[in-house]
């Protein structure tokens, strides 16, 4: 029975090891995409880069309750990101149409990115072909398009504190 239980442990946490394995880490040139954008464009990463510092969030679901902690700490301090020359935008695999709601729902000044397909968490490894929702991850990534910083364990509590300090350690 031992055997038995050290054995399904084992199992249960190799998706979230492979994960990790293929997550871009701090030092690492951001990996490129694009995708739609909840202001109606499509948003190209390569296109943000030399623009200023980027926050690249991923997040489960839009509205609900860790993800609108999460989003709405951001928001309250989002002039303070500004202030640290930072863009912000936050992913998830929810659609458009749901990413305006959030928006509108609780007045968020920030884009969010609709990665209906979960293309950009698996280049991201926060997620694989199961995966019913993302990871909450957070990338910071330099004017240069260089990964400053990677929190794979984000607490949506404190996560615009944590982000604010980063950025604050950073040249702008």
Same mark, same amino acid.
């Given at each position: 029975?031992k055997?038995?239980?050290? *054995?399904?442990? @084992? &199992?249960? +946490?190799?998706?979230?090891?492979?994960?990790?394995? !293929?997550?871009?880490?701090?030092?690492?040139?951001?990996?490129?995409?694009?995708? $739609?954008?909840?202001?109606?464009?499509?948003?190209? *990463?390569? !296109?943000?880069i @030399?623009? @200023?510092?980027?926050? *690249?969030?991923?997040?489960?679901? %839009? %509205?609900?309750?860790?993800?609108?902690?999460?989003?709405? @700490?951001?928001?309250?301090?989002? %002039?303070?990101?500004?202030?640290?020359?930072?863009?912000?935008?936050?992913?998830s &695999?929810?659609?458009?149409?749901?990413?305006r709601?959030?928006?509108?729902?609780?007045?968020?000044?920030?884009? #969010? #990115?609709?990665?209906?397909?979960?293309?950009?968490?698996?280049?991201?490894?926060?997620?694989? !072909?199961?995966?019913?929702?993302?990871?909450?991850?957070?990338?910071?990534? %330099?004017?240069?398009?260089?990964?400053?910083?990677?929190?794979?364990?984000?607490?949506? $509590?404190?996560?615009?504190?944590e +982000?604010?300090?980063?950025?604050?350690?950073?040249?702008?």
């Amino acid at each position: 029975m031992k055997t038995f239980v050290v *054995l399904l442990v @084992g &199992f249960a +946490l190799t998706p979230l090891a492979a994960f990790a394995a !293929d997550m871009p880490k701090a030092g690492d040139k951001a990996p490129d995409f694009s995708v $739609a954008a909840s202001d109606g464009t499509t948003f190209h *990463l390569k !296109d943000a880069i @030399g623009k @200023g510092n980027i926050i *690249l969030y991923f997040y489960p679901k %839009d %509205d609900t309750p860790g993800c609108t902690k999460e989003a709405c @700490g951001i928001r309250d301090t989002f %002039d303070e990101f500004r202030g640290l020359n930072a863009m912000v935008f936050g992913v998830s &695999f929810d659609s458009v149409a749901s990413h305006r709601d959030f928006i509108a729902k609780y007045k968020l000044p920030f884009v #969010l #990115l609709a990665d209906t397909e979960k293309s950009v968490a698996k280049l991201y490894g926060v997620a694989d !072909d199961s995966s019913k929702v993302a990871s909450r991850v957070t990338f910071v990534i %330099d004017k240069t398009g260089k990964i400053v910083f990677v929190d794979p364990k984000v607490n949506p $509590a404190t996560h615009a504190a944590e +982000l604010r300090r980063v950025l604050n350690g950073l040249s702008r």
